[in-house]
Structures are given as C-alpha cells and as structure tokens.
C-alpha cells in the first residue's frame, strides 16, 4: 500500500479524469480510451506533470456496471504501466461493490481509489466511517477520500479527520462550498495527506501547498493546465492566474450552457476532444449529446484557437 508520505512526494501537476468513450449503441469502446490515453502520454504526460483518474465522475462511473468500470480501469493499468500515478474510482451505492472494485484495484497495482461515502441518502458522520471500515476491512489499497459536496454529503471537518486516521488513507481530493471552507481543509489536511485541489481556486489551492489539481483540459490540450502548474512551481502566481482566466472564463461559459441542460461532465469534453481529433465517442443517458448545439462546438473551436495561439 502506497503511503501519505509517498502521495505528497510522488503526486504533481494535473489530476486528469479521463473519459469513458461509448458507441453510437452505448457499447464501451475499451480501443477509443487506450488510444486516447496513448496520445496523453505522447503529449508528455509524465510523472512530474500528471496524475490518471479512471472511471471517475468524468468517466461516467455512475452509468457504467460492475464489470464495465473493472474493463476501464483494467485498460488503463495496462496502458500506464504504472509510469503516471493512477487512481480509479471506486463509489458505489453498494459496499460489496466498493470492496470488489477496491480488490480488483490493488491485484492490478492502482495507486489509490477515489472513495466517498454512500451518495444517495443525506449523509450521517457514522454512517460514512462505518462504511470507510467496512472497505478498509476488505483491501489495503491506498484511499483518497472523495468529499463530492456538490453531488452527495459535505463531509465536516471533523469526520474527515476520523477517516484520515484510517491505515489505507493516503489524499484527499477536495472541494467545499465556499473559498474559507476550502482554504480550512487544506490547511488542516496537508499536513498528514496528500491534498487534491478539486476547486477552480487553483492558484489559491498551490499557494496552500497544494500540489495536485483537477482539469478535464488534459482529455484534449494538456498543455494548457501543465504550463499553469509550471507558472505556479516558479512562483509566477499572478501569470499562472491571468493564463487560467484567459482560456477559463469562456470556457466556464459555453459548460455552463451544457450543464444547465443536461447532466454529467464528459458530455461536454468529448465535443473538445472530437476537435482535436480524438474519440471521446458518444455519452450515455442521462448526459445528452444533443444538447451541444453548433454555436457551442464552434465556441469550443474558438476556444482551441484562442489556446493554440497562447501556447
């Protein structure tokens, strides 16, 4: 099991959720998504610069069955070959299902797996440790401990400490309804985890010591959110901002546009990654496809534009 101590050292750069292609019929499309991360890593992803998420929320975990996400994050253990740190996500609605994804993960070697608690009912404290042990009981894979406030139950402080005292702990990714909120975890957090910065308060997060940050940017122009990181290592904090409010504000914009009308996150990087001339394939319901009008797509292509000539 790796440790918090090894996650601080060894985690850099850009958590990057890769996304699940599917068919036209809804088939998974295991060659698309080893294809796709073939090209991430001949773009230069490495260990200083990223780190793999596998059948996460942008890879529409929550549609996929049991055997679909194993076939996902199998595809991207081999892939990798364990040259990038890889975490796979492992929620679920039903423990037994965690633990088996959790098993499955440590016999392939993933580094870590994104857990949160039970995400359908309003949360209780108890109810999230009993079932962080439960798991714990079952696989000594390293946890990085999800609180997905925006979909589920905003852990507090104080529980989250309670599961960072459990062994296979080694991260946190983490996000919280306001900046001050936020700002409090991380201060709290860093020093016994590694923090994943899961906010769009991204300088402030690395000013904290944040080291790791989210972006779907690395499904199709990594480049972008690697030269914020490299701002940001130098110390070039009011660069690094003005270089993410150039190309996400208007990106903000035209999801914001997608997300009004239907739900989930790779719907609206897969219209970004058929730019550039790659398969992000089709989404399944409820994310809806359609909902990416012509004026969107051609928002994007200005988007990729407007990047291509800042890089």
Not at 145 to 167: E, K, R
Not at 230 to 239: A, I, K, P, V
Not at 278 to 305: K, M, N, W, Y
């Amino acid at each position: 099991m790796s440790s918090a101590d090894e996650a601080r050292a060894r985690w850099r750069g850009v958590l990057t959720p890769l996304v699940t292609p599917f068919g036209e019929d809804g088939s998974l499309d295991l060659a698309s998504l080893a294809s796709n991360l073939r090209w991430l890593l001949d773009r230069g992803a490495d260990e200083t610069n990223t780190v793999l998420l596998a059948a996460g929320s942008g890879g529409d975990f929550t549609s996929m069955s049991l055997a679909e996400r194993q076939d996902v994050i199998r595809i991207v253990a081999e892939v990798n070959q364990r040259r990038i740190p890889l975490i796979a996500g492992v929620q679920s609605l039903d423990v037994r299902e965690c633990i088996a994804l959790c098993q499955f993960c440590e016999q392939l070697g993933v580094d870590a797996v994104q857990i949160s608690g039970p995400f359908y009912y309003d949360g209780r404290p108890d109810d999230v440790v009993a079932w962080m042990k439960q798991v714990a009981r079952h696989t000594s894979i390293g946890f990085a401990i999800y609180n997905n406030w925006y979909t589920g139950y905003n852990m507090p402080l104080d529980l989250v400490d309670a599961l960072l005292d459990l062994p296979n702990t080694m991260a946190i990714k983490w996000s919280a309804p306001t900046i001050e909120a936020f700002m409090a975890g991380v201060r709290r957090f860093l020093p016994r985890v590694a923090v994943v910065n899961n906010t769009f308060n991204t300088v402030t997060g690395h000013l904290l010591g944040c080291r790791v940050f989210v972006s779907h940017w690395a499904n199709f122009f990594p480049e972008f959110p690697w030269r914020v990181q490299q701002l940001m290592d130098s110390g070039c904090y009011q660069e690094a901002q003005r270089h993410l409010d150039r190309l996400m504000v208007p990106y903000e914009r035209l999801v914001a546009q997608i997300a009004n009308q239907t739900a989930g996150e790779g719907v609206f990087v897969r219209p970004l990654m058929a730019e550039v001339g790659l398969r992000g394939g089709c989404s399944r319901l409820p994310s809806r496809d359609e909902v990416v009008t012509p004026a969107i797509r051609q928002g994007f292509r200005d988007l990729l534009d407007l990047a291509r000539a800042s890089h």
